[in-house]
């Protein structure tokens, strides 16, 4: 066990080399769980506006997207250091048994809730006659 927390040391004097970093997969950190039926998906997307975020579902694969454009250039900021990335996030969700229509979506206080309809389960099981 370490008392010192993984990257204390030097932890960021290699983040400006090559330009702004790429966002990380992990930075749309979500739940999902089942209840009453539907399956429910709680989203951090914080510092994105409503009209930022995409959601698409296409044969049962439900993908979130965030995309935050660069702010205009100001010529007399002198940036000391940039953190803030800027550029397009997504989260892709399989699903094999949800009703694509009735899904709805509330996005607040950076955090997008969307409820996806389960779809009736039908008999698939068949008895196949040999031959």
Do not use: W
């Not at 970093?21 to 409503?50: Q, S």
């Not at 044969?59 to 250091?81: P, S």
């Amino acid at each position: 066990m370490s008392l010192i927390p993984r990257g204390f040391y030097l932890d960021d004097i290699f983040d400006d080399l090559g330009g702004p970093r790429p966002p990380r997969v992990n930075e749309l950190k979500c739940d999902v769980y089942e209840k009453d039926g539907n399956y429910h998906i709680e989203m951090d997307i914080p510092g994105y506006h409503k009209n930022d975020i995409k959601i698409e579902c296409e044969d049962g694969m439900l993908t979130v997207t965030a995309e935050k454009t660069n702010e205009t250039h100001d010529e007399n900021k002198k940036y000391i250091r940039r953190e803030r990335v800027y550029g397009k996030v997504s989260r892709s969700f399989n699903f094999s048994d949800i009703n694509d229509e009735g899904i709805q979506a509330d996005f607040y206080n950076g955090t997008l809730k969307i409820v996806i309809p389960k779809a009736k389960k039908t008999e698939s099981k068949r008895v196949i006659e040999i031959k």
